[in-house]
Every structure is written in structure tokens, then in C-alpha cells.
């Protein structure tokens, strides 16, 4: 039994209502368009969906319990809306500005922020520099009364829609590679411009871009957090993002499931339903077992995560599972689809195209290992069942 209270259920219906009759009858122009219309956000943003964690007097709700965003994604996934990226602006960046910022920059962002009217997104990756944030090349150089950020930054989410992009960059490149701040960049400014709308192989509704920054003067008073502690501030939110991308593959994992189900209940091999083959009873039966512990893990790691419990490994355990788990959810469904799993015009397959992305992003599948591995195998290790 999940341990949802019953305003969450209810919350859920909400959720569902507003992804079933505002989103999901855009997706499909969305995809063709490669970008959904920011009037979403804020429809969103008026049913008090963004930002849930922010204090009362920003216009959130000031409850910090992850489950809402978790009943968010899983809902968002199933209507089969998780294009729409509105939980990398709520609780993927948002938070940054809720623990980083001054109360006066929270007075000037989280309002329009909570009411959909700003989109975030936020800027670390770098042709060069993924995983590795020391192989940055982005700059912030201190000019007196403002900075100057000139660089980079690409497949950034919410790139093309976005009014505030946190950007990270190298402030002390000579003395010390991790030593780099976070700054606000507010749309319109002078040398900010957008790069092309990144075609993708998922995700077409999702809009990801290329960012530069050419002699960008950042007000002294966008700079979030401390100086030269960015790589710290980023850090902090890893374990989140994390979490947040293990409960959208399990719950993406699921509707693959219950999709694949249905679809060889009907469909005939030789006369009789796929569903009574005993290979794809063994196959769906395997995957049950697989998604039913994995959510079961994932709903403890959220736990953890409402206590200020969630360790880096955990959600590198988390993460790593989920997406793998996920994946191999998405191929059975395509196989066992046959044919039709490879036409586009059957869900499978664009779920297929979407999913692949989420054993790379929030941190790949090798990098979870070593996270794992690290932990593994060093002097204060012990077992779960020590």
C-alpha cells in the first residue's frame, strides 16, 4: 500500500485531469512543432501545480513532501505528457533559487516562477564538459560593479521556452578548476542568445537548446549563492535529480507495461491470443516482478528523501535500476509488439524513442556504477544487512 494521504490523492486526480484535458491533446503538434506552447506552464501555474515547496507568501504551498511531485511525474507519464517538462522547472531547478537565493531575489523570481509566467531551466553541460563540471570553459569574469560570462552550454532543457537560466561557470579558472558560481540570466539580456532547437531521437515535443553567452554583463545581484561555490551548490541537488529521474522511468516503465499488456490480450499468433503464449507469459511475468520491487525501492527512497536522508549512492542505486529496468520494459513492449511496435503511429514506439535518453541524462549508467562502486569498496562500507 502507498503511503499517499488522502489530499494527495486527491491531488492526483487534479493532476490527472489537467494532463488528460489541458496537455494531452497538444502533444501530438507539440511533437511536430518540437516545442509545446509556454501558455501550459502557465495553466499549470494556475492550478498551483509549479513549485509546490515554496513558501506561502511566493504563491506556493510551502510543503516541501517530495510525493507531490512524485504523483505529478506519474501522472504526467501516464497520460503520456512527460514531454512537457514542467517538473525540470519546478523541482529540478526551482530549488536552486528556494535554497540559494537572497529573499530579495526570491521576492523578483519565485512569483512569476510559481504562476507559470517564468520558466527556468538551468545551464552546466558543455560540448566538453557532461559529467566532468571541471571541463567547463564557461566564464565569469568580475568587472567591477557586474560580471561578464562569455562561453557556452548546450542540450538544455527548457532552453528554447525559458525567461531565467541558472548558468554555472568557471569564476577562478587559474587558481582552481572546481571553483565556479552560479548566475541567474534573465531573457532579453545583451549578448544571451539561443542557438537552433536541437533535433533529437526522442523527445520531440521537449525543446532543447544551445545557449552562448558573448559578453553577457550579469547585475551583481543575479549571482546565486556564494562565490566560487557553485560546484557545491550543484552537488547538493544531484541526489534530487536523481530521484526524480528513477520515479519518472519506474512510472514510465509501468504504463509501457500495462500498454504491452493490453495490446497482447487482442492481439492473435496462430489463432489465439499472444497473451497465451508461455513465452510472453514468462516475459511480462519477469518484468512484473522487476517494476513491483523497483517501485518499491523508489517509494523508500522518497522517503528518505522527505528526511533529508537520501545518500548520493542510494539514488545512483535508484537511478541506475530504474532507467535499465525501464529500458528493458520499452524493448520487450516493441518486441512483443511485433511489427507495429516499429511504426510511429503506436505509442510503443515513441515511448521507445523517448526513453533512451534516461541512462545517459542526470548522470549515465556508468557513472551510477562507479558512484556504486566507489561506496562498495571503501573503508566505512557496510551492507544493508549489517
Known sequence: MRNFTEEQNYFRESVRKFFETEVAPHVKQARINGIFDRELFRKAGEQGFLLIWADEKYGGMGDKDFRWEQIFIEEAFRAGCAELFLTVHSRLVGPYLGNFATEEQKQRWLPKCISGESILAVAMTEPDAGSDLAGMRTTLVDAGDHFVLNGSKIYISNGINSDLVIVAAKSDPDNN??????????????????????????????DTAELFFSDVKIPKENMLGQRDMGFVHLMQGLAEERLISAVGSVANARVAFNLTRDYVMQRKVFGKPLSKMQNTQFKMAEMEAEIDVLEVYIDHCVQLSNTDLLSAEKAAVAKLQASEIEWKMLDLGVQLHGGNGYMAEYEICQMFQNSRINRILAGSSEIMKLIIGRRIFSESYSSNMD
Do not use: C, D, I
Not at 180 to 201: A, I, P, Q
Open 177 to 206: 578548476p572546481h571553483a565556479m558560481t552560479l548566475v541567474v540570466v534573465e531573457r532579453g539580456m545583451e549578448g544571451f542568445e539561443r542557438g537552433r532547437n536541437l533535433e533529437k531521437m526522442g523527445l520531440h515535443a521537449q
